[in-house]
């Protein structure tokens, strides 16, 4: 059980990381919501950094149901 929570609470915690990741991202290239909409480019970058924590969370799911 102690392995399980401990696993889950490393994937949220990776989650979070790559959702302040990215908006420190925005921060530093200047990018401002309200004067233009997410380009492609940056909506990939989103992607990049938040999806190693989603891959980790699948990967703590399978383990838990098989």
């Known amino acids: ?3 399980s ?3 889950l609470l490393g994937a949220l ?3 979070i990381a790559g959702v302040a990741a990215f908006f420190v991202f925005l921060y530093l290239t200047g990018h401002d919501p309200d004067e233009s909409p997410l380009t492609l480019v940056e ?3 989103g992607g990049i950094l938040i999806a ?3 891959g980790y969370l699948v990967k703590w799911r399978r383990a838990r149901q098989g």
């Open 1 to 3: 059980m102690q392995s």
């Open 43 to 45: 909506w990939v970058i």
């Open 52 to 54: 190693p924590g989603f």
């Open 5 to 7: 929570r401990k696993g």
């Open 13 to 15: 915690a990776m989650i």
